[in-house]
Every structure is written in structure tokens, then in C-alpha cells.
């Protein structure tokens, strides 16, 4: 099946400890991105990457870190520095930048 | 990111009834894309213009490119319980590399 796997689904984690959501795309496509979403809120760019070994900060990038050491895995670190880390976690993907985006099916993220 | 201005926020309908919703730019946008987000899920494509004025159907969803490239809307026709859920319109101009987002519209729909 061709598509884009987020996990885990669910994530729990104390305060002040860094966390890493997985993100994979059998889909061949050269642009990866994450995006938060917060309730009421529309989806806010964090990362995106064009190219392998490439990446670039979106609009909230604070306090979050990603790696694009292989084409299909684009995961992303939300480390201790972030203030407010919960919230549901969008991956996305696209066959380069500037086209449509397909997503994965999230990963909510709890902190407590 | 450019900030997209979308409405209704939300809207609550009987089922058989029409909807529309729309969404705005600040800015000129070369595409305009429509999601559809079900709870605890993530968005699913639509339907995705590229071209100002570009009419598309997806069965009972049509969307528009507005002529000014500034705005777009989305029409769903003969609603049906399973047409619940988020729309989101993302859309995309000159500067920077990833979509921008509105922050969406819930429907509900009532049998």
C-alpha cells in the first residue's frame, strides 16, 4: 500500500523529556513536511524539507528538530525546550514543493 | 505564513441541503487546495485547482478558483451524514514552499 505512516498514533511523555514522532512515505516524493494542529486552530507549518539532507523552518520551528537522512523518513524531535508540546502532529508529503500534499493520520502527543 | 480567511466556522445542516464555504487571501495564490479532515484523522485531498477561474467537480463537491486568485469556494450538494467533518482550504503563492491553511469549517450534518 502506497501512503504515508505516522506513529505511534498516541503518544504520552513527561514534561522536560524529548520525544521523536515517525514519519514514512512509500510514495517517492521529494518534499516532507510537519505540521501542528491545535483545537480551533488551522494547520501551522513547523518543518519542510525539498531534498534529502535538506530541511527548512517553518513557522513555529522553535523548540522542535527534524532530520532528512533518507528520502522516505522525515521524523521530528519535539524536544523540552517547546512550552506547550501537546497537540496533534500532521506529516505531509508531496511529490516536490509547490504541488498537493498528502498526509498521514496524525500523532497525538500528550504531555504531562 | 500568509493567513487564509476562511467561513463560515461552522455550519449545521439538515441532511439534502446544499453548502457553501469559502476561503481568502491577502495575497495572490497559483494554487488553491480542499481538504477534508474526519476526527482524529488526517486531511484527505479533495480537490486541487491550478488555474484562476478553474471550475472542478468530485462528485457532489465543486470548487472554484476565484478570478482575483484571492479566494476560492466549495460547494457540496445534496448533503449526506458522512459529509461531517473539517473542510480545510490550503492554498499557495509566489513566496515560500509549503501550503497555507485556513482554519477550517465543521459541518454537521443532521439526518
Known amino acids: 500500500d502506497g501512503g504515508i505512516t505516522q506513529s505511534p498514533k498516541y503518544l504520552f511523555r513527561k514534561e522536560g523529556q524529548n520525544v521523536t514522532l515517525s514519519c514514512e512515505q512509500n510514495?517517492?516524493?521529494?518534499?516532507m513536511y510537519w505540521y501542528r494542529q491545535d483545537p480551533g486552530q488551522g494547520l501551522r507549518l513547523i518543518y519542510y524539507?525539498?531534498?534529502?539532507?535538506?530541511?527548512q523552518k517553518g513557522d513555529i520551528a522553535e523548540g522542535y528538530s527534524v532530520s532528512r537522512e533518507k528520502k522516505e523518513s522525515f521524523p521530528l524531535t519535539v524536544t523540552s525546550a517547546q512550552k506547550n508540546p501537546t497537540a496533534f502532529y500532521l506529516c505531509?508529503?508531496?511529490?516536490?514543493?509547490?504541488?498537493?500534499?498528502?498526509f498521514g493520520q496524525g500523532t497525538r502527543l500528550t504531555v504531562v | 505564513g500568509q493567513q487564509l480567511n476562511q467561513s463560515p466556522q461552522s455550519m449545521f445542516i439538515q441532511e439534502g441541503e446544499d453548502v457553501s464555504m469559502n476561503c481568502t487571501s491577502s495575497?495572490?495564490?497559483?494554487?488553491w487546495l480542499w481538504y477534508k479532515q474526519d476526527p482524529g484523522e488526517g486531511p484527505v485531498l479533495l480537490i486541487a485547482?491550478?488555474?484562476?477561474?478553474e471550475l472542478t467537480s468530485n462528485g457532489r463537491l465543486t470548487a472554484q478558483f476565484g478570478i482575483t486568485r484571492k479566494d476560492s469556494f466549495l460547494n457540496i450538494s445534496a448533503s449526506i451524514p458522512s459529509d461531517v467533518g473539517i473542510y480545510f482550504c490550503?492554498?499557495?503563492?509566489?513566496?515560500?514552499?509549503?501550503?497555507?491553511f485556513g482554519k477550517g469549517t465543521s459541518l454537521l450534518v443532521t439526518p
Open positions: 505531509a508529503s508531496s511529490l516536490r514543493v509547490r504541488t498537493e500534499a498528502f
Open positions: 510514495l517517492n516524493h521529494d518534499a
Open positions: 524539507s525539498q531534498i534529502v539532507n535538506d530541511f
Open positions: 495575497s495572490i495564490f497559483n494554487t
Open positions: 485547482l491550478y488555474k484562476a477561474g
Open positions: 490550503a492554498g499557495q503563492g509566489n513566496s515560500g514552499y509549503a501550503l497555507n
